[in-house]
């Protein structure tokens, strides 16, 4: 049996990553304050979690790791892909509450969960695979979504970290820029003024210029790519490259 952890399953390409991989025949466990009803059949389960609330991933979680982990999958993969663009605007305009919710979906919880990760998937006959859904944000500065920024960076550097730490052969670790994706994330980051969101042209070009694509096309190449097929410890993946 393989598995496979996503977190963010009720919309967009968190989605479309499970429709996909539950297509394929993996058994999927989505994590999220929503499921989707579209995913629903016998091997698909559903933890209930809002990741603003990283801290008790440990006591939340564990149980339906647990429970996946005493399967024996020959193969399990955690998708760290759930975030949130907000909150938007420049520094010294945002709310600390905000700031920091923000910083616990987008990277404290994407660092406990690869935690509690690795320690339940510990088996070292189980090929293991963690992949961080990142962004061009990373690199690049979007002046009023700079938090946004700032944790997808984090998330970035989570890759190396455990590329650095998790020496075995069948452990990897990757993080994926997945492109310009036609979801609800892209109508809210549109729908700003150019006063709060600095950055807005950017995201209007994308949608004016046809670039978006959608979910369920950057789900297929990703599974396929970077799900299925080998990949390289540590390496960022860009759209253009699946
Ligand atoms: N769209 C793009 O163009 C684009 C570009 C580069 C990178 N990305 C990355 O791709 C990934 C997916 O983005 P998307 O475009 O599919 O976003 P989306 O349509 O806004 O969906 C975000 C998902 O994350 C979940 N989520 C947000 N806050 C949560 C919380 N507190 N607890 C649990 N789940 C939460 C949402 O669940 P709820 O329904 O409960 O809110 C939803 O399932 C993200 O990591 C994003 O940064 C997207």
Redesign the pocket.
Known sequence: MQAAIV????????AALAAELLERGFTVLGI???SNPALERASYAFARF???DAARVDEALTPAFSRLAARKPASVCLLN????AGPVGTLGRLASSEVTSALM?NLAAVVTLTNLFCRVFADPAMARRVIN?S?GAAQNTLPGEGVYCVAKAGMEMLTRALAAEQQAANFRAITV?????D????VFARSHSPEVLPSVELFKGFHRDGRLVA?AIVASKIVARLVVDDVEHGRTYSYQEL
């Open positions: 977190t963010g399953v009720s919309r967009g390409l968190g999220g304050r929503a809002d990741l603003a892909n759930a975030a949130t979906v859904v962004s820029r997945p492109g310009v994706i979801t609800d994330m892209q979910p």
